[in-house]
């Protein structure tokens, strides 16, 4: 890749298609299909989309129809060599997206803008290595990428940049960061390298089977249930955090946040045989960027945590992290309460847990048990208050205006 083999022809690549795609932007239609990004499963109302992807398959990923980007770029291309750029080919600017992995982000363009009302974009581009410089500089950084706003109803911009060079960029130069973009619409491109995957929880290793009826599921004060009473053969207990909440981005502009969550339970068999099970429920589930107000509760952002809690499992402990540069998650120790399903005594068992998750900062590690929440721990207020008479958890991060919030709550089903 050209940005490994030669950092400064990278950029200066990455910026002339920066600037090409801002003339591509001009386009109604590619306006429109740039927010219908936000809007595929998984996005958040959030723009964050490969341009190679789009380039390959040449289809608007909502509608499936032919992608209106690839569309404008191509006629974006034809009206260069009308104007006489004899030499433009924009099959070079392909190749380069394609060997580069070259993806865009738009942090608040969504929520904030209209693609009807637009009379300018800021095209901005990012490059890994600048990231790693200013962070070294400063740890605290909270990230800005240099940029040009183009006027949507102008012409000429790109072919400007190709007379003038660097010259171009250093008399336009604008810095996009969280606040810039919250009030001038943003897109940035660069090779972000951000893949994203959620684990299936309904694998089996909790004991679930199939996703249990909503019908007849209760909260245990509800129906006067707790561990002394509860009838594991006509009863099932699954646990659940209902919302989730951030008040701050934890990553540097532009990039989204993602979290990664895991669940440590113990299992008990025949022949008092203990062991620790840790699954990934999710990894890098994300959230857009948020400022302030716009930072809002998530429901169900997370899947079940728990879905048929066994009888023999006293106890549970959830770990959470979130992507950070230069922070891995190796290995973890998780404590857990096991039932003896013979004798009725529960006992504790600790262990050292492999968790390799690169680029990774844990938020926090905590146990939560069974019988606990369910005479009613889950509606004590924390000190922190209740949402839908459920005690909202918090946990700050290094940084002491970021903090995540949630509510857990245990929910019985009960077969008739």
């Known amino acids: 890749m050209l940005k490994n083999q030669d950092p400064v022809a990278y950029e200066n690549k990455l910026k002339e298609l920066t600037l090409f ?24 109302d959030d723009i964050e989309y490969s341009m190679k992807k789009l380039f390959s398959e040449s289809t608007n990923p909502l509608t499936r129809q032919y992608s209106a980007i690839v569309s404008a770029f191509s006629k974006n291309a034809e009206n260069h060599r009308v104007a006489g750029e004899d030499d433009f080919n924009e099959q070079d600017l392909i190749d380069f997206i394609n060997d580069n ?40 950084w909270d990230g800005h990428t240099p940029g040009i706003k ?117 299992q008990y068999t025949i022949g008092t045989q203990t062991s620790i099970n840790l699954n990934q429920l999710a990894l890098e589930q994300k959230i857009a960027r948020c400022k302030g107000s716009g930072c809002t509760w998530k429901t169900n952002f997370f899947p079940a945590l728990v879905t048929n809690w066994a009888e023999t499992s006293a106890n549970i402990q959830i770990i959470m992290a979130y992507r950070k540069r230069q922070s ?10 096991v039932t003896s399903s013979t004798t009725g005594q529960t006992s504790n068992i600790s262990q050292g847990l492999k968790i390799n998750q690169e680029r990774h900062r844990l938020i926090f590690s905590q146990t939560w048990g069974k019988c606990s929440e369910m005479l009613g721990q889950y509606g004590v207020d924390q000190q922190n208050g209740l949402r839908d008479g459920l005690a909202i958890h918090q946990f700050n991060l290094h940084r002491n205006d970021f903090k995540v919030q949630f509510t857990l709550v245990p929910e019985i089903t009960r077969f008739e």
């Open 21 to 44: 795609m801002g003339e591509v932007f001009k386009d109604p239609d590619a306006r429109r299909e740039l927010f219908d990004l936000a809007k595929i499963e998984g996005n958040d």
């Open 101 to 140: 992995n070259i993806g865009i982000l738009a942090p608040y363009l969504y929520d904030n803008f209209e693609p009807e009302s637009l009379t300018e974009l800021t095209v901005s581009w990012w490059t890994e290595e600048k990231e790693i410089e200013e962070l070294s500089k400063n740890p605290d």
């Open 150 to 266: 183009v006027k949507l109803n102008e012409d000429g911009n790109f072919i400007q940049f190709r007379k003038t060079e660097t010259n171009y960029f250093s008399n336009d130069l604008v810095y996009a960061n969280d606040d810039y973009a919250y009030t001038n619409p943003t897109v940035v491109f660069g090779s972000f390298n951000d893949d994203e995957m959620i684990v299936n929880p309904d694998d089996g290793w909790m004991g679930g089977g199939p996703s249990l009826p909503t019908s007849t599921i209760y909260r245990p004060h509800q129906i006067g249930v707790n561990c002394n009473n509860f009838d594991f053969n006509r009863e099932s207990l699954r646990y659940r955090m209902p919302e989730f909440k951030m008040t701050g981005n934890t990553r540097i502009f532009p990039h989204t946040n993602k979290f990664s969550l895991w669940l440590a339970i113990g």
């Open 328 to 337: 891995d998650i190796v290995e973890h120790t998780v404590q857990v309460g």
